[in-house]
């Protein structure tokens, strides 16, 4: 499974970005697919996911509410709209795949995209 990210840049606090994950080497039906962000300095963490089945999205507590996550499945592409950014967003955002329904912990993925950056200025 590859997995290429787009959409990250330099935007202002309040503004709005979408990111996409252009998946080939199979289907959104059989990877569960998510979202995390590594902050400089800091760890990998958790952004949200969805159920290869489309039918559950979980989202960390931080973007609750601000952040979705949604798919299209014609174009077998997975997108994370984040409303309302706030300048502790920025981080680089990696795409995540699975050969499992959901995950929300690094060790559980199976592919990762290259990473593209957000960076939010307040």
Same mark, same amino acid.
């Given at each position: 499974?590859q !997995?290429?990210e787009?959409?990250g840049g330099l935007?202002?606090?309040g503004?709005?970005l979408? !990111?996409s994950c252009a998946v080939?080497g199979?289907? !959104?039906?059989n990877?569960a697919m998510?979202?995390?962000?590594?902050?400089?300095g800091?760890?990998?963490?958790f952004?949200g996911? !969805?159920?290869r089945r489309g039918?559950?999205?979980?989202?960390?507590?931080?973007v609750?509410?601000?952040?979705?996550?949604s798919?299209?499945?014609a174009?077998n592409?997975?997108?994370?709209?984040?409303?309302?950014l706030?300048?502790?967003?920025?981080?680089?955002?990696?795409c995540a795949?699975?050969w499992?329904?959901?995950?929300s912990?690094v060790?559980?993925?199976?592919f990762?995209?290259q990473?593209t950056?957000?960076?939010?200025s307040?």
């Amino acid at each position: 499974v590859q !997995l290429v990210e787009s959409g990250g840049g330099l935007v202002q606090a309040g503004d709005s970005l979408r !990111l996409s994950c252009a998946v080939s080497g199979d289907t !959104l039906n059989n990877v569960a697919m998510g979202w995390f962000r590594q902050a400089p300095g800091k760890e990998r963490t958790f952004v949200g996911v !969805l159920s290869r089945r489309g039918s559950a999205t979980i989202a960390a507590a931080s973007v609750k509410g601000r952040f979705t996550i949604s798919r299209d499945s014609a174009k077998n592409t997975v997108y994370l709209q984040m409303n309302s950014l706030k300048p502790e967003d920025t981080a680089i955002y990696y795409c995540a795949a699975a050969w499992r329904e959901m995950f929300s912990e690094v060790g559980n993925v199976g592919f990762w995209g290259q990473g593209t950056q957000v960076t939010v200025s307040s």
